[in-house]
């Protein structure tokens, strides 16, 4: 009873007597006096709290090694496994028959029933399961059903080799763990938080993870990437094997449908399309990017339509939504599992290692029992042969006291045979003899008997190599699992190395510039004050005084930076191409100094000087050049005794562009009158170098990878796909593909290629000579037939190309074609001549040959009919070389 209980009684007790009232006191004081138990709070709170802690980690959240599962979807697969019949079961009678071993509710059992189910590998569902692209969750378990996979079937469970230990309430059986023969834990992925920890492991290719088993097997090293059902791209170079602090980067696959039109294919690992455009939503309403409208047409794929205004650049869409949208996100992985009753963080490859070893001690395991099994399958049937060929039943029929003495007779009717059998003959065995009718001593076949011991002979020799060999055994268990079952199961997730997208370059410009000169204020608030420029609110602005000093700062709505503002602009990180003209005065009265440079590699909020430094320095002429002008100034000297020269020019263009550190050169030591512009020169602007990226598929200038050039604003960039496209691509942005490009370059319109492909429809392959014409558009220049390819393309002047033959005409010695004099140039839409009429395995481009000019005069007719076919081999082909 409560203290709370005691008052209660004291106040219904009021009219009581007095010696009521002392007892009342009396029992109060034995609960709370000096004499009473206490126990401390703290005390209880940590060893309850462990307690608690533990049962979460163990029981509930962590999945173990063994087998890769949680408890609860444990639980659910032993149920699903008693319940199987082949034919589907109501999901709400999947969990009530779980709720016997799983102590927590339906809710639970029914939500983990579904995400196994969605994993598409050990459960067949029928119904609406819901679509983790959408997000959209499943019908009430009532009207779903579900079955296990022929998958989980051949792989997780085996009674035999099973550990079973007794469910919560002790009325029925359950699995420790079960014997999966399958990194399942690694195929599925896990995601589980517990007290104090957390477990996040993601979902690997079936194929690859097989592929990996067999290569440990072997005794070779492998290495595991995610695979995400989501698809998508993935940057692994931080994934550290999946254990704590590793981390993947996933992007969206965004095409480009058109000029105004992108298109969402396949989004991040845990993101949905209602998530995923609502973060798009919120990037454009803070301004980051600018759309038009979206539309969401997805079902079993995703299909997201992005749609631009006319002047957007879909490249740098592409870019913005990765910086500013979940289009782009981290992912960090945490690889906890379950080992020895203690959670223990492990790497996948560790994770790995220790299932293929629990596979093969599995099999092992299951060999032997087989052995066993057929041990005492040759025992019995021995015996069995033995039995009615010595005709030692007749045993049976004699007149025998006690029913102990037959049983000593058989066993002494057997005396002679015991040496040929392989172990003693014990009382069970004549028992089971004896109880065979009378009708099967008359049927027994001989022959036949002795057909089954030799089959069960022939299946211990084998089992018997199998435990001798259980390595090789067990990779051909892996090979059968993946020839079953990993067909449609290829990687959905694109392995990539991400660029590093800088978000000032892609942002949208959403804010506009102002400055106030007087009261020395720079933001996008001061509408009513000089404009300056378009900008974003994440850039910076450089800030010039006309003291000489300058500083870089975020942009902001409304700043401080000084008063006397000589120039305000949007800083763009290591510009090498703006350059400063400035002409200044070293101190109050000191030298006239000159000097041209570029302002890079600068700490924000720091403040520099373009002079020396000398207090009360002034800059007496400044301009931005942003391709690198010039200007030749008239300058004007003050009078004074003995100057005679009193103009003097000054040419910027004569001045080397240096850091902007330097202190410039000496102009004059005279003291100016004023200064005049005299004449604007146009910068000489070099070509801007671009680099292409194999790795990222993207154009860069930070010298990533390989360079293409130099290029003016008008050159573009010649791009061949391997479908037999090509287009050409302006470099105002950095150039982003879809698929990895068989030829980029800069293009020259006047350089002629030669490609080899092979046509679909002929069955046979071509090879033409052209130009590509300036297209911004795909254009196709081979067959536009669906089975058509292209087979290799050469910008050779004289390229050579190597012939291997295949199929009936493997035995012929490889030929080497002359493609100048075998092929004329021609139209990039000209079909081409045909290489050769001997089935061609392989063809190639070699090392080019060296002439002085083309053996063809040139054909200028772009829709030149196809030419007659030419084989390689015909010695009657005009025009041809060959080298054997």
Same mark, same amino acid.
């Given at each position: 009873m409560q203290l709370d209980d005691f008052e209660a009684d004291e106040l219904l007790n009021e009219g009581e007597p007095e010696n009521t009232s002392s007892e009342l006191h009396a029992k109060v004081e034995k609960l709370t006096g000096d004499g009473a138990k206490k126990a401390h709070l703290t005390g209880m709170y940590k060893d309850w709290f462990l307690d608690y802690a533990s049962y979460v980690i163990l029981e509930r959240a962590v999945p173990h090694l063994d087998d890769g599962l949680k408890p609860v979807q444990r639980r659910i697969l032993h149920s699903m496994k008693r319940l199987d019949d082949g034919r589907y079961n109501k999901v709400a009678n999947v969990i009530g028959f779980t709720m016997q071993f799983h102590p927590h509710g339906d809710a639970s059992i029914g939500d983990a029933l579904v995400q196994l189910g969605q994993k598409n590998l050990l459960v067949d569902t029928q119904g609406?399961?819901?679509?983790?692209?959408?997000?959209?969750?499943?019908?009430?378990?009532?009207?779903?059903?579900?079955?296990?996979?022929?998958?989980?079937?051949? $792989?997780?469970?085996?009674?035999?080799?099973?550990?079973?230990?007794?469910?919560?309430?002790?009325?029925?059986?359950?699995?420790?763990? *079960?014997?999966?023969?399958?990194? *399942?834990?690694?195929?599925?992925?896990?995601?589980?938080?517990? $007290?104090?920890?957390?477990?996040?492991?993601?979902?690997?290719?079936?194929n690859e993870l097989i592929d990996a088993a067999i290569d440990y097997l072997k005794g070779r090293d492998f290495e595991l990437y995610p695979d995400f059902p989501t698809g998508g791209f993935a940057d692994c170079s931080r994934y550290n094997d999946g254990v704590r602090g590793g981390a993947v980067k996933v992007r969206a696959r965004i095409q480009k449908v058109d000029r105004k039109t992108l298109a969402i294919t396949e989004i991040p690992f845990g993101k949905t399309t209602s998530s995923l455009i609502e973060s798009i939503i919120k990037a454009n309403d803070k301004g980051k990017i600018k759309i038009k409208k979206i539309d969401d047409n997805t079902a079993a794929n995703v299909e997201i339509l992005i749609h631009l205004f006319p002047d957007s650049n879909p490249d740098m869409t592409i870019d913005a939504l990765y910086a500013f949208t979940d289009c782009e996100m981290s992912i960090?992985?945490?690889?906890?599992?379950?080992?020895?009753?203690?959670?223990?963080?492990?790497?996948?490859?560790?994770?790995?290692?220790?299932?293929?070893?629990?596979?093969?001690?599995?099999?092992?395991? %299951?060999?032997?029992?087989?052995?066993? %099994?057929? %041990?005492?399958?040759?025992?019995?049937?021995?015996?069995?042969?033995?039995?009615?060929?010595?005709?030692?039943?007749?045993?049976?029929?004699?007149?025998?006291?006690?029913?102990?003495?037959?049983?000593?007779?058989?066993?002494?009717?057997?005396?002679? &045979?015991?040496?040929?059998?392989?172990?003693?003959?014990?009382?069970?065995?004549?028992?089971?003899?004896?109880?065979?009718?009378?009708?099967?001593?008359?049927?027994?076949?001989?022959?036949?008997?002795?057909?089954?011991?030799?089959?069960?002979e022939n299946e211990m020799e084998e089992v018997k190599a199998h435990l001798a060999n259980i390595v090789n055994y067990t990779i051909a268990y892996y090979q059968q699992i993946k020839k079953k079952y990993g067909k449609d199961r290829e990687r959905k997730t694109e392995l990539r190395s991400f660029d590093s997208i800088v978000a000032t370059k892609v942002v949208v410009a959403n804010e506009k510039l102002y400055v106030n000169r007087d009261e020395g204020f720079v933001g996008y608030g001061l509408k009513k004050d000089e404009f300056i420029s378009d900008c974003s609110d994440i850039d910076d602005i450089i800030v010039f005084l006309k003291n000489g000093k300058y500083f870089i700062q975020k942009v902001?709505?409304?700043?401080?930076?000084?008063?006397?503002?000589?120039?305000?602009?949007? &800083?763009?990180?290591?510009?090498?191409?703006?350059? &400063?003209? $400035?002409?200044?005065?070293?101190?109050?009265?000191?030298?006239?100094?000159?000097?041209?440079?570029?302002?890079?590699?600068?700490?924000?909020?720091?403040?520099?000087?373009?002079?020396?430094?000398?207090?009360?320095?002034?800059?007496?002429?400044?301009?931005?050049?942003?391709? +690198?002008?010039?200007?030749?100034?008239?300058?004007?000297?003050?009078?004074?005794?003995?100057?005679?020269?009193?103009?003097?020019?000054?040419?910027?263009?004569?001045?080397?562009?240096?850091?902007?550190?330097?202190?410039?050169?000496?102009?004059?030591?005279?003291?100016?009158?004023?200064?005049?512009?005299?004449?604007?020169?146009?910068?000489?602007?070099?070509?801007?170098?671009?680099?292409?990226?194999? %790795?990222?598929?993207? *154009?860069?200038?930070?010298?990533? +990878?390989?360079?293409?050039?130099?290029?003016?604003?008008?050159?573009?960039?010649?791009?061949?796909?391997?479908?037999?496209?090509?287009? *050409?691509?302006?470099?105002?942005?950095?150039?982003?593909?879809?698929?990895?490009?068989?030829?980029?370059?800069? #293009?020259?319109?006047?350089?002629?290629?030669?490609?080899?492909?092979?046509?679909?429809?002929?069955?046979?392959? &071509?090879?033409?000579?052209?130009?590509?014409? #300036?297209?911004?558009?795909?254009?196709?220049?081979?067959?536009?037939?669906?089975?058509?390819?292209?087979?290799?393309v050469s910008g050779d002047l004289y390229p050579c190309l190597d012939i291997k033959f295949g199929g009936k005409h493997s035995s012929r010695d490889k030929e080497s074609v002359d493609v100048d004099a075998f092929i004329a140039v021609k139209g990039y839409k000209a079909k081409g001549k045909r290489l050769s009429t001997f089935d061609i395995k392989k063809v190639e481009f070699v090392e080019p040959l060296e002439k002085e000019a083309s053996a063809f005069q040139e054909e200028e007719s772009a829709d030149a009919p196809a030419e007659g076919a030419a084989p390689v081999d015909d010695p009657s082909a005009e025009q041809m070389s060959l080298e054997m």
């Open positions: 609406n399961w819901g679509n983790t692209l959408t997000g959209d969750g499943a019908a009430a378990p009532r009207y779903i059903e579900a079955r296990l996979s022929k998958f989980a079937l051949d $792989v997780v469970f085996n009674p035999k080799t099973t550990e079973w230990m007794l469910s919560y309430d002790g009325r029925n059986q359950e699995p420790v763990t *079960l014997p999966v023969k399958f990194p *399942l834990l690694l195929a599925q992925g896990v995601e589980g938080i517990a $007290v104090g920890l957390a477990s996040k492991i993601f979902p690997h290719n079936f960090s992985a945490n690889s906890c599992v379950i080992y020895n009753d203690k959670p223990r963080f492990m790497g996948v490859k560790e994770i790995l290692r220790a299932s293929v070893n629990r596979t093969r001690d599995l099999l092992t395991l %299951e060999l032997k029992i087989r052995m066993k %099994e057929l %041990e005492e399958d040759w025992h019995y049937s021995s015996l069995e042969k033995i039995f009615f060929e010595q005709r030692i039943y007749r045993e049976l029929e004699k007149d025998t006291e006690t029913w102990d003495l037959v049983i000593d007779a058989i066993d002494a009717g057997f005396e002679p &045979y015991k040496r040929l059998l392989r172990r003693e003959i014990v009382r069970d065995d004549l028992l089971k003899l004896t109880e065979k009718p009378v009708r099967k001593i008359s049927k027994f076949d001989i022959k036949k008997a002795d057909e089954h011991i030799l089959a069960v902001q709505e409304k700043a401080f930076v000084g008063k006397d503002i000589l120039h305000v602009a949007v &800083y763009k990180k290591n510009d090498t191409r703006t350059i &400063y003209n $400035v002409l200044y005065r070293d101190g109050l009265n000191g030298d006239i100094m000159m000097k041209r440079c570029a302002v890079t590699g600068t700490t924000r909020d720091k403040e520099y000087d373009i002079t020396k430094g000398t207090p009360n320095s002034q800059i007496l002429w400044f301009t931005a050049n942003p391709n +690198g002008e010039t200007e030749i100034l008239k300058v004007f000297l003050k009078p004074r005794p003995r100057l005679r020269n009193l103009i003097l020019e000054l040419d910027f263009s004569q001045i080397a562009v240096k850091g902007r550190s330097s202190q410039g050169n000496i102009f004059t030591r005279y003291a100016i009158h004023k200064l005049q512009m005299k004449e604007k020169v146009a910068g000489a602007v070099e070509g801007e170098k671009f680099w292409f990226d194999e %790795e990222v598929i993207m *154009l860069n200038h930070e010298g990533k +990878g390989t360079l293409l050039g130099e290029f003016l604003p008008d050159d573009r960039v010649l791009v061949v796909n391997p479908d037999g496209t090509y287009f *050409l691509a302006k470099t105002q942005y950095s150039l982003r593909l879809d698929v990895q490009p068989l030829l980029v370059e800069k #293009y020259d319109p006047d350089k002629v290629f030669s490609a080899v492909y092979f046509d679909g429809e002929q069955k046979m392959f &071509y090879l033409k000579r052209f130009r590509f014409d #300036y297209s911004e558009k795909p254009m196709a220049f081979i067959s536009e037939d669906a089975k058509s390819y292209l087979a290799t």
